[in-house]
């Protein structure tokens, strides 16, 4: 099961960070992707890490060199640093973790969407002054 938190309201230019909690697996074992959904669109990958043995990382033009995407094995998390926030980010954010089957950039691509096996729930990102 995946829950993410640390949604919420901020200002352009400020930020946020997501974690992505994992229980009853060991989450370094997955890869794991962080999407968003704005209303009317489609979902979209954001940034994806591969298994922790790999460690390869993938970003989605928009937000290279804003967010940053880490994993923290003793807390069995994965984490979505967001700075820089603009009112384009504002969406739901969804963890997902599934093995590692392709390389990450292939993963985090939406033609794979189906490919991730475990989705958290979402939590809401209002960028907005």
């Known amino acids: 099961q995946l829950v993410e938190s640390g949604g919420g309201l901020v200002q352009p230019g400020g930020s946020l960070t997501l974690s992505c909690v994992a229980s009853?697996?060991?989450?370094?074992?997955?890869?794991v992707g962080w999407f968003r959904q704005a209303p009317g669109k489609e979902r979209e990958g954001v940034s994806c890490?591969?298994?922790?043995?790999?460690?390869?990382?993938y970003y989605t033009n928009s937000v290279k060199g804003r967010f940053t995407i880490s994993r923290s094995n003793a807390a069995n998390t994965v984490d979505l640093q967001m700075n820089s926030l603009q009112p384009e980010d504002t969406a739901v954010y969804y963890c997902?973790?599934?093995?590692?089957?392709?390389?990450?950039?292939?993963?985090?691509?939406?033609?794979?969407?189906?490919?991730?096996?475990?989705w958290g729930q979402g939590t809401q990102v209002t960028v907005s002054s």
């Open positions: 890490i591969s298994s922790t043995g790999n460690g390869s990382t």
């Open positions: 997902a973790a599934t093995p590692p089957v392709r390389p990450i950039q292939n993963m985090c691509h939406q033609d794979f969407l189906r490919g991730w096996g475990h």
């Open positions: 009853g697996s060991y989450l370094d074992y997955y890869a």
